[in-house]
């Protein structure tokens, strides 16, 4: 069974364009979770798609932004990049309820110049 | 709010020695907590997991944590370290909200000497 897939695996960005990242979760699964992981500042939950829909996000402001598509495949947009969104994103899904463990992808490493 | 802490950032110990990674949380309710390991260049990987039924979790490669509510506590252990442990390590929280994220602690860095 394949696990969840991420791409690209590194994305270099300069300050103020716009970043696209793409997350593939194990089939069957329909929830998505992203999170960053910043240097100095830990794992923080970023956004939750279920189903189609966004569900919750976490203490993020508004240019990072994302969906989650039919196939239950989700994007996570940042636009206006800082320097500080410099980090790994994680993506991590799960069977259809929220209590049930959460599979994580290798990452996106983000580097903003 | 729920929360983890993560008692040492950086823990050293010699191959075939004991390992005590500490973790305390802090949560009204029975809490949901895990221990991941995150190898270098590389994702999250669940090692255990405590959902309120026994307190002594096995996990995956020799690793266990015992959940003690009187002390706040889900520490991990493992008789004997490998140089294959050498690695960050998360202690996390369910969220008690049904959004079901997960609340990270600081992570702690597990060096393994020859």
């Known amino acids: 069974e394949a696990g969840v897939t991420q791409s690209p695996t590194h994305l270099i960005k300069t300050r103020g364009q716009q970043a696209t990242l793409r997350c593939s979760p194990i089939s069957g699964h329909t929830s998505v979770y992203w999170y960053q992981q910043a240097l100095g500042l830990g794992l923080q939950f970023l956004l939750w798609?279920?189903?189609?829909?966004?569900?919750n996000r976490g203490n993020f402001p508004p240019r990072f932004s994302g969906r989650q598509f039919p196939n239950y495949s989700s994007e996570l947009n940042v636009n206006a990049l800082e320097l500080e969104d410099s980090a790994l994103y994680l993506c991590a899904s799960v069977y259809s309820r929220v209590y049930n463990e959460q599979f994580f992808g290798p990452g996106t490493r983000l580097t903003v110049l | 709010a729920q929360s983890v802490t993560q008692l040492d950032s950086h823990v050293s110990v010699s191959e075939g020695t004991p390992v005590l990674l500490r973790c305390n949380y802090s949560s009204s309710y029975s809490p949901s907590l895990f221990w991941y390991v995150q190898h270098p260049n590389k994702g999250l990987q669940l090692l255990l997991k405590?959902?309120?039924?026994?307190?002594l979790v096995k996990g995956i490669n020799g690793f266990e944590a015992e959940f003690k509510k009187s002390e706040t506590s889900f520490h991990l252990t493992k008789p004997s370290a490998h140089m294959s442990d050498a690695a960050e390590y998360f202690c996390?929280?369910?969220?008690?909200?049904?959004?079901?994220?997960?609340?990270f602690g600081q992570g702690t860095t597990l060096q393994v000497k020859p």
């Open positions: 996390v929280v369910r969220d008690s909200s049904n959004t079901g994220k997960l609340i």
């Open positions: 798609y279920d189903e189609g829909e966004e569900r």
């Open positions: 405590y959902t309120s039924a026994a307190t």
